[in-house]
């Protein structure tokens, strides 16, 4: 659950901007960053993720009810529903129109439509084994675009909201197991911070492993001064506060997923049947 990225994907209208922007802000900017087609890839992510959990877990004692329960807790429906009305949230006080026209120009386009290509592929473990390795070439090479990468993910404060968001998502994890005394003895909020926090440095390196070779694998294409631009774009006012809020609703979105995630696992951890 490391993978909390504010990734922008290509935008897919039905209707002109002019007519959607008017209908309701909120989604003309949601359809603009494309959130319905990132939060798919975050679904199949999620269904990955949620075998691996049997795997560890409750080795092939999940079967048909476990798939069928990850594949509910990993609604599409429910997951845009949550990320749409949580930015709506946080941003009911912002100018929504500075943030559309940014991904409305060619180059942010362009921009999102790397990301979202890139986030895809990583679901292909080969190739995120050699975006990590391409990464790895870049540094030791000190190929001047690492830095930029750098500044890309110290603008949009990358790394520490993706390691506070993976911490979140543990902490609910293991609060959805105790809920359901999944551990003998019962298992303490303290316990759970502890546990957590010990968490915390492997997650970071996790994070930082992949967001880096992700971000390396996505602007490739793009030219110093195209980087330079979104980088830029992310420092102005509108930029961080559109960063913030993407983030604060994915976070509360898979909150309330990790939560389910553990309540469900804790029936088998139990002994019990869904």
Same mark, same amino acid.
């Given at each position: 659950m490391t993978r909390l990225l504010t990734a922008f994907v290509l935008l897919v209208v039905t209707q002109t901007a002019a007519v959607a922007q008017a209908a309701a802000p909120i989604d003309a900017l949601y359809r603009a960053l494309g959130l319905p087609q990132i939060i798919e890839i975050m679904r199949e992510e999620g269904l990955v993720y949620g075998a691996s959990i049997e795997e560890e877990l409750f080795a092939s004692r999940g079967g048909a009810r476990w798939k069928a329960l990850v594949d509910d807790i990993y609604d599409a429906e429910r997951m845009n529903a949550t990320v749409r009305n949580r930015l709506d949230s946080e941003l009911a006080a912002a100018d929504l129109a500075p943030m559309i026209a940014f991904f409305e120009t060619e180059r942010g386009h362009r921009i999102v439509e790397l990301e979202v290509s890139a986030r895809r592929a990583l679901l292909d473990e080969s190739v995120e084994a050699a975006s990590r390795e391409a990464l790895a070439a870049m540094? $030791? $090479?000190? $190929?001047?675009?690492?830095?930029?990468l750098f500044d890309f993910a110290d603008a949009g404060e990358l790394v520490e909201s993706n390691v506070v968001g993976a911490m979140n998502a543990s902490y609910a994890f293991y609060l959805g197991l105790s809920e359901a005394d999944a551990f003998a003895g019962g298992l303490s909020e303290d316990d759970i911070l502890a546990d957590v926090w010990g968490q915390e440095s492997d997650i970071r390196f996790e994070t930082e492993e992949w967001l880096y070779s992700y971000l390396a694998l996505a602007y490739r294409p793009l030219s110093d001064e195209e980087l330079q631009a979104y980088t830029d774009?992310?420092?102005t006012p509108e930029g961080a506060v559109l960063n913030r809020a993407i983030f604060n609703a994915f976070d509360e979105m898979f909150v309330a997923i990790s939560l389910a995630l553990g309540q469900g696992a804790s029936r088998y951890l139990g002994g019990q049947e869904l």
């Open positions: 540094i $030791d $090479d000190n $190929d001047p675009r690492v830095t930029m774009f992310f420092l």
